[in-house]
């Protein structure tokens, strides 16, 4: 592990002090609340997503060497290496009689800057013409740009005859004032964009929902057409785009269309690069609204032309500047004036606020933090350059993540910036699980700071990010072949192994997924957030809570309707882990027709069919590693079964994945099958006083549905 690497000078350096008889003071831990999300949410990888393909088996077949499959690849190398339109929109095509001419569309989002257009479009061209092998017309949609060719002319026609809806916001809508709002944006909206030119019909712009608004809420609207359509059919394209939202998108606060005409977003989070700064944000939080108040002023605004965004980013960054400036002068006096003496911030932590019941109390009274590392601030200050924005790993509504050097070592720092009694669980778990766990396929707490305001923690730095930043990537998972796949898949289960049975407790980890799997400098996972895991005593089988917290896909079905919890739920959240890994892409649900289908839908009914390498990812070398791709599949259904008492315990699933000569089981069908896609509904309570926001930092929205009088539901949307 990393803390083996570190000289001993690094342990008996004065500059740092060991923990003894003393621990932290729950009071104290009210600075050291909201843990920062490890993944960082970059707009650019969430809108790396291929959504949806389609190959078309209407309009004939083309074999291989022909002049169609010639013209094919020329027409689409002409669209993704063309450097003199920049307004992206491309429409050409290739070859001299029928039927051999290829006509050609690449389309991208208006806020796109061209090189990013032409990156999506060339990677979506290698993949379209491997999925779509032989068919002389297919169309794919990335969330920032679309392809497509066919052997007839498409161009100045409107089609919406393949268009998919996808809601990208979990959060349902509770008042009129939201709904007449979102309706008056698209209009304008729509207005504005058929009213643009041949170059462009687009439009973008952001309004505040008006004050019967409790939440306080931002719309950012966009839509647009392709540009070689007439006005009325731009409109009339929109209309059409519009009036299924309501279906395919009930009563949601965001919502994707992709058409291959036209297409249509909004959501209450920002996400045009015309609005959003360079560096991702944070997610505002509760004690930051002035600052929400005076963004939201400004960008309020068409951002329409380059200098009009630079003048709108430059805004932003003052009023932020100045805000937050004096956030922190009024919160310095108020911290000051009322700060209790150093000694109380080293009483003993209080496990018994932490855990809901006996056995877990039991269990986390085993756990100190006295072996822990604690740091020198004026040192921490050092190893980030004064936490220099150079230094950011990545930032959201709990804080920031900043890369550091201690004694020569990379570190990465987490910086605490709220306070919640949801937080004072998950940090207490960070210091007392953390600090204890030792395995290689564990992320390592190394310490933590405590001076005044501020409170770190100190992890092993690593630096390839986390699974769901490669995998889901097109153009990086490349580099995951199936050997280094199938060793990563193995390796989780080895981590996951060590936490059920071979710790000291057993640790259910409750919210296992890609983003919370960090990749070393040799693709080694390591697991990492425990800010939601739970302790079992010696004869502990399951838990309850009233509170559900998680990432929808990959949370259990009993943890979901029950509030039940046990190890076999962090081994349902690993069988959709495998199947991801296998396939490469999210357990999302996609539209297929009528029908709403997620992977483990796709995998299961590939199962039943004999068919089941048809979902493994098509970058993967083709006829090698059969069996073990198969093995895969077949572990993740048993590990996905509805039935709690069916699945594999950890070690039987290493043995499986290790092993040829073990017999597998048949796998019965997992949960949530052919369900339609809405946002998840949970009622803990009978009383309901509706939604409310927190931030979230992975590829989705983090929400609590239902904030009642005896528990709260908050589900990560992936």
């Not at 809108?47 to 020329?74: E, M, P, V, W």
């Not at 809420?217 to 929109?238: A, F, H, R, W």
């Not at 855990?355 to 986390?364: L, P």
Request: net charge neutral; glycine share 6%.
């Amino acid at each position: 592990s990393y803390i083996s690497l570190l000289p001993p000078s690094f342990f008996h350096n004065n500059q740092f002090h060991r923990r003894k008889s003393t621990m932290l003071s729950s009071r104290c831990l009210l600075f050291l609340l909201v843990p920062l999300f490890f993944t960082v949410n970059s707009e650019a990888d969430d809108q790396l997503i291929f959504r949806y393909h389609k190959c078309n088996n209407d309009l004939g077949n083309y074999t291989g060497g022909s002049a169609y499959q010639n013209n094919l690849a020329s027409v689409l190398k002409d669209i993704y290496s063309n450097r003199e339109i920049d307004y992206g929109f491309y429409n050409f095509s290739k070859g001299e009689e029928e039927p051999d001419i290829v006509y050609a569309i690449g389309f991208c989002r208006g806020d796109i800057h061209p090189n990013d257009c032409r990156d999506c479009l060339k990677t979506s061209a290698v993949l379209l013409t491997d999925r779509c092998r032989i068919q002389k017309e297919a169309i794919g949609y990335y969330d920032i740009c679309t392809l497509r060719y066919s052997n007839t002319s498409i161009f100045g026609v409107m089609d919406t005859n393949t268009g998919q809806y996808y809601n990208i916001e979990s959060k349902t809508v509770v008042d009129d004032a939201f709904n007449q709002t979102l309706n008056g944006l698209l209009d304008e909206l729509k207005s504005a964009a058929a009213e643009g030119d041949s170059r462009k019909k687009f439009d973008e712009k952001n309004v505040k929902v008006n004050e019967s608004n409790s939440n306080n809420e931002t719309i950012y609207g966009m839509v647009q057409c392709t540009p070689d359509l007439t006005k009325s059919n731009c409109t009339k394209c929109l209309n059409l785009a519009y009036g299924d939202l309501s279906r395919w998108c009930p009563e949601m606060k965001g919502c994707l269309y992709l058409g291959p005409s036209c297409s249509v977003r909004y959501d209450i989070v920002p996400f045009s690069q015309s609005i959003v700064t360079d560096s991702p944000a944070p997610q505002p939080s509760p004690q930051t609204s002035s600052i929400n108040s005076a963004t939201n002023t400004i960008t309020s605004t068409t951002t329409t032309t380059k200098g009009k965004r630079r003048k709108t980013r430059t805004a932003v960054a003052i009023v932020l500047a100045i805000v937050v400036a004096g956030i922190v002068v009024v919160g310095g006096c108020i911290y000051f004036g009322r700060r209790k003496p150093r000694a109380e911030y080293m009483a003993e932590i209080e496990v018994q606020e932490t855990y809901e019941d006996e056995d877990e109390v039991k269990a986390g009274n085993d756990l100190k933090v006295g072996d822990l590392l604690q740091f020198d601030f004026e040192t921490i200050k050092l190893a980030t350059s004064n936490f220099s924005d150079a230094n950011a790993l990545g930032q959201g509504g709990f804080g920031t993540v900043y890369k550091g050097t201690l004694d020569g070592h990379d570190v990465a720092i987490k910086r605490l910036a709220n306070t919640s009694k949801q937080g004072e669980t998950e940090f207490k778990n960070e210091v007392l699980l953390t600090g204890k766990l030792q395995h290689r396929n564990l992320v390592k707490l190394l310490g933590f700071c405590l001076h005044r305001g501020e409170r770190l923690l100190i992890y092993e730095f690593v630096p390839n990010k986390s699974l769901d930043y490669i995998i889901f990537d097109p153009i990086k998972r490349a580099n995951l072949n199936w050997e280094r796949r199938f060793k990563i898949i193995k390796d989780i289960a080895r981590g996951l192994l060590y936490l059920h049975e071979d710790s000291r407790l057993q640790i259910v980890h409750r919210d296992l997924k890609t983003s919370n799997i960090l990749l070393d400098d040799e693709m080694n996972p390591k697991i990492t957030d425990f800010g939601i895991a739970r302790l079992f005593a010696a004869k502990q089988t399951h838990g309850m809570t009233s509170t559900i917290i998680g990432t929808y896909g990959y949370m259990a079905p009993e943890y979901i309707k029950h509030g039940e919890f046990s190890i076999k739920s962090d081994v349902f959240s690993f069988g959709v882990i495998i199947l991801e890994i296998v396939c490469g892409r999210r357990n999302t649900k996609i539209r297929d027709g009528e029908n709403i289908k997620d992977l483990l839908d796709n995998a299961w009914e590939n199962w039943k069919t004999g068919t089941s390498l048809d979902i493994v990812d098509p970058m993967l070398e083709q006829g090698f590693n059969k069996n073990e791709k198969m093995r895969c599949i077949h572990v993740g259904l048993l590990c996905v079964q509805e039935e709690v008492d069916v699945r594999p315990s950890m070690s039987s699933v290493l043995l499986m994945l290790s092993s040829t000569s073990f017999p597998l089981p048949e796998p019965s069908e997992p949960p949530f099958l052919m369900q339609p896609k809405k946002a998840l509904s949970i009622s803990l309570s009978d009383q309901y006083s509706g939604p409310t926001m927190s931030s979230d930092s992975g590829s989705g929205s983090q929400f609590t549905q239902g904030s009642t009088t005896k528990s709260s539901v908050t589900v990560t949307d992936q």
